[in-house]
């Protein structure tokens, strides 16, 4: 992929983040949040491919994306343990207040660093870098490399939630290059081919989830009741016990299936550039 084909890719790719960043600005539902997200993680993933190949570090996205990037995050969260304290009817409404609050804060302090001035400053940001020609067989390599490197983590006896976590953003850059290379770079389309993108989807959205899970009882866990709600003390242990549990089972299951499915994956490490 030549200079002017990246530089063109990325701007299109920054445009759908502006979009989907105004959309979470009007309506801060999960899925405007969630679509927004998915852009920024696309975004990421290509420039993390071209600082591969190339070594430039300033190819990142802005700060003030980041931020927003991770304000998304922390209301994606709050939302999603709402909906399931209201599925398992539990009565801890100090916490569900809480979350609220929480939402409502993180809403305010998004459309106070909010402003299209960001995407115009990460769009000449981006336009002024320097990329070097990549040869499609590039992408290829960096792929497999990653999807091995996932598999090394997930391969592992009793690997830290961290490393699952770093496992997860390893496979979706994985999915996120082969629709950028289906939507910006035929030449490279054929080398993601042998990637068995179901397998890699499902395992990614297994890591996800679980990763979900393990936010929600740390949020629980570090949550403090007022002593005097003995009612609601008491919902709320019983609640972090059955999270806890939940998680320990989700984890075993993980693994289990990470590496049923990595045993189908066929990903061979060959290259002299940096993959990650």
């Known amino acids: 992929m030549k200079q002017k084909r ?15 960043c105004e959309a979470v600005s009007v309506h801060f539902s999960e899925d405007t949040i969630h679509d927004f997200r998915v852009s920024v993680k696309m975004l990421r993933a290509v420039l993390r491919l071209h600082r591969a190949y190339s070594g430039n570090k300033k190819l ?12 998304a995050g922390v209301i994606r969260e709050s939302q999603l343990e709402l ?18 609050q929480t939402i409502a804060r993180k809403k305010a302090e998004w459309l106070k660093v909010a402003d299209p001035d960001i995407f115009r400053k ?25 999807v091995a490197a996932a598999a090394d983590i997930l391969g592992v006896k009793n690997p830290s939630d961290h490393s699952i976590h770093r496992s997860r953003r390893l496979l979706k850059d994985v999915l996120h290059l082969i629709k950028f290379c289906k939507h910006h770079w035929k030449a490279a389309e054929r080398q993601t081919k042998q990637l ?22 740390k949020h629980l866990s570090s949550f403090v009741i007022n002593p005097a709600l003995a009612e609601e003390v008491k919902q709320m242990e019983k609640l972090r016990s059955e999270e806890a549990t939940k998680l320990t089972v989700a984890k075993r299951k993980l693994l289990a299936s990470a590496r049923l499915k990595m045993k189908k994956i066929s990903a061979t490490p060959s290259s002299d550039k940096e993959s990650n």
């Open 122 to 146: 990460l769009r000449r940001k981006l336009n002024n870098a320097d990329y070097e020609a990549m040869p499609a067989e590039y992408i290829g390599t960096f792929l497999k490399n990653n």
């Open 60 to 71: 990142r996205i802005s700060t003030r994306l980041k931020t927003l990037y991770d304000l």
């Open 83 to 100: 909906k399931v304290l209201a599925a398992c009817n539990a009565d801890v409404p100090s916490y569900t207040t809480y979350l609220e």
């Open 6 to 20: 990246i530089k063109l890719a990325l701007e299109e790719i920054t445009s759908h983040v502006a979009e989907h």
């Open 196 to 217: 068995p993108v179901q397998q890699l989807s499902k395992l990614a959205e297994a890591t996800g989830k679980y990763n979900d899970a393990r936010m929600r009882l």
